[in-house]
Every structure is written in structure tokens, then in C-alpha cells.
């Protein structure tokens, strides 16, 4: 698993919202730590989403490097951020955000009463994960 788990770390090296790290519970200076978060075992790998920093979550998929990554996308890296959309958005999420911006705040309650509207209807994965 280590070498799945410092790909990872690799992959991830430069991102502003995705944090891989590890720590040895086996070395003396590491076990408050480890105790804190209920380490018992080894491996064990926790995530934690939003500023979770009491608990964290127990990561129960495969080990591998691809199992890995994939809970990485899909539950924790943060695609697009309308602060930053030179990070990780495409080019058309930041024409959306700079068309937007220019926008009056009824400009702006009508596009998300139109986008609430749209919730129930059938549509293509990829655009309704922009509801």
C-alpha cells in the first residue's frame, strides 16, 4: 500500500485543497497523535472533509492506487472554486463565473430559481452535478 499511498501523495503535491499525509504510530513522538484519532491498527487512513480536524472519517475502500485516487475525486478535491478560477476550474465553469459576477443580485436569484427548477428533470450527469 505505501507505494499506492506516496503516488498519491505525489499526484496531490501541489494542490490547495487536497492535503495526503502520513504519519508512523510505531514511532513514540507520533502516538498522541495517533491516539487522539483512535489509530489501532496499521494501515489506517482517515480523511477529513470541510475543516473536520476532531474526528475524521475511516477510509474503508481498496488500497490500491486507483481506489485511492478515485475516493480523492469524488469525495474530497475541490474542482472549482469561484474565488480561484484560474485553479482547477475548466474554461467554460470560468466563463460562467465572470459572466455571473457582473450580474445584479435579481440577475442573480432568478439564474438560481431557473437552476432549482431544473433539479427534477432528467439531464446528463456531468451538467447536473452543476446543481
Not at 442573480?108 to 447536473?128: A, F, I, N, T, Y
Request: hydrophobic share 30%; proline share 4%.
Amino acid at each position: 500500500m505505501k507505494p499506492a499511498w506516496d503516488k498519491l501523495g505525489d499526484e496531490y503535491a501541489g494542490s490547495s485543497s487536497v492535503l495526503i499525509g502520513d504519519v508512523d504510530c510505531t514511532e513514540e513522538d507520533a502516538r498522541p497523535l495517533c491516539e487522539q484519532f483512535g489509530i489501532q491498527g496499521y494501515p489506517t487512513i482517515k480523511y477529513f472533509v470541510d475543516g473536520d480536524t476532531a474526528t475524521g472519517e475511516d477510509y474503508q475502500g481498496g488500497r490500491d492506487f486507483e481506489s485511492l485516487k478515485r475516493h480523492v475525486v469524488d469525495n474530497l478535491e475541490v474542482k472549482c472554486l469561484v474565488s480561484n478560477p484560474s485553479e482547477g476550474c475548466t474554461e467554460k465553469e470560468i466563463g460562467y463565473i465572470t459572466k455571473m459576477k457582473g450580474k445584479t443580485a435579481d440577475d442573480w436569484k432568478k439564474q438560481l430559481d431557473r437552476l432549482d427548477g431544473m433539479k427534477g428533470g432528467s439531464m446528463k450527469p456531468e451538467l447536473k452535478q452543476w446543481l
